[in-house]
T-cell receptor, first 115, second 113 residues
């Protein structure tokens, strides 16, 4: 089955700096890669996702890049703010037409944005 | 914005007891899921459900677990005889189409004593 590795496990940045979180996946058939933000005790919230036919996607301060050959994808947060502090999870799935979307999650990155 | 809702938010039970966790997926969604998260660990897939049947399940989802859509709005997870290691946050999720975004509920924290 799919295996997703995520690094680093903790990341501390100064407010205004950029943060980069990296993930690798094992199943070359995976075709969907979402990123979730989870604040303490709350539900995972989708912040951005990318499909395998796209190399990069951006939404304001957040961007995701995908390298299918190397089987890795990264989350980039620019101009970090204290409210970006949370645990970030990457995930991967291979969805089939008519099937569901089973996500395999990475182990999470605790991002702390310091003033 | 529509949300997946889950009840109860917390559930405490004795080992060996049955529990039922309830979820109301987003109304136009067709795919439903249960995930769990042990404290401090990653979110793990349990089961997906479509067209009134299980479409995929993980190794965690053994014979002690079952899912049901008893009516047009609810989606339930039953654990027949809870074990200490079942203690976790259980998240329900739903998606509109295959491969579309998953939206998670706020979770049920299950504590097995």
């Amino acid at each position: 089955g799919e295996n997703v590795e995520q690094h680093p496990s903790t990341l501390s940045v100064q407010e205004g700096d950029s943060a980069v979180i990296k993930c690798t996946y094992s199943d070359s058939a995976s075709n969907y890669f979402p990123w979730y933000k989870q604040e303490l005790g709350k539900r995972p919230q989708l912040i951005i996702d990318i499909r395998s036919n796209v190399g990069e996607k951006k939404d304001q301060r957040i961007a995701v890049t995908l390298n299918k050959t190397a089987k890795h994808f990264s989350l980039h947060i620019t101009e970090t703010q204290p409210e970006d502090s949370a645990v970030y999870f990457c995930a991967a799935s291979h969805f089939l037409t008519g099937g569901g979307n089973k996500l395999t999650f990475g182990t999470g990155t605790q991002l702390k944005v310091e003033l | 914005e529509p949300e997946v809702t889950q009840t109860p938010s917390h559930q405490v039970t004795q080992m060996g007891q049955e529990v039922i966790l309830r979820c109301v997926p987003i109304s136009n969604h067709l795919y439903f899921y249960w995930y769990r998260q042990i404290l401090g660990q990653k979110v793990e897939f349990l089961v997906s459900f479509y067209n009134n049947e299980i479409s995929e399940k993980s190794e965690i989802f053994d014979d002690q677990f079952s899912v049901e859509r008893p009516d047009g709005s609810n989606f339930t997870l039953k654990i027949r005889s809870t074990k200490l290691e079942d203690s976790a946050m259980y998240f329900c999720a739903s998606s509109e189409l295959p491969g579309s975004k998953l939206f998670f509920g706020s979770g049920t924290q299950l504590s097995v004593l």
